[in-house]
């Protein structure tokens, strides 16, 4: 990929100083802001893997931090964007309704803040013949 650099000419200063704000805010470079913002418009970012692409760093946010959401949220449901819990609820109807209403046509994640289940395996009986 062969890097060029880039000029905010002709944006305003208040955009510029708020793109700066939330790429510290996320740990971000500014660079790697604008280049999510433009993949996003261009639909360049988005893989082949279909529409949990559009979430995948909102997932791996989610497992990341889940000890600290389970402190405050444990058998909730979370609407999780970009790298923010911006709403929960107990009733996921509920929740998708307001996420809905919130950000129309837009994948969000929404996962039921738990623990891990365990999985048990349970041999099958085995009949004599």
């Known amino acids: 990929m062969i890097k060029k650099t880039m000029y905010l000419r002709g944006i305003a ?3 510029v100083r708020e793109a700066k704000a939330m790429a510290a805010r996320e ?3 500014l660079t790697a802001l604008v ?3 433009l993949e996003r418009e261009t639909q360049l970012g988005r893989s082949a893997s279909g529409p949990l692409s559009e979430i995948a760093e909102d997932m791996a946010w989610y497992e990341a931090n889940l000890a600290s959401l389970l402190e405050q949220f444990e058998g909730e449901f979370l609407a999780i964007v970009e ?3 911006e709403d929960h609820d107990a009733d996921v109807e ?3 309704a307001r996420v809905a209403a919130r ?3 837009r994948s969000v994640y929404m996962p039921r803040c738990q623990r891990a ?3 048990a395996e349970v041999r ?3 009949i004599a013949g």
């Open 103 to 105: 950000y129309g046509a």
């Open 124 to 126: 099958s009986p085995r």
């Open 13 to 15: 200063q208040e955009v």
């Open 94 to 96: 509920a929740l998708a």
């Open 117 to 119: 289940l365990r999985v």
């Open 35 to 37: 280049q999510r913002a």
């Open 83 to 85: 790298g923010e819990v």
């Open 27 to 29: 740990g971000i470079t």
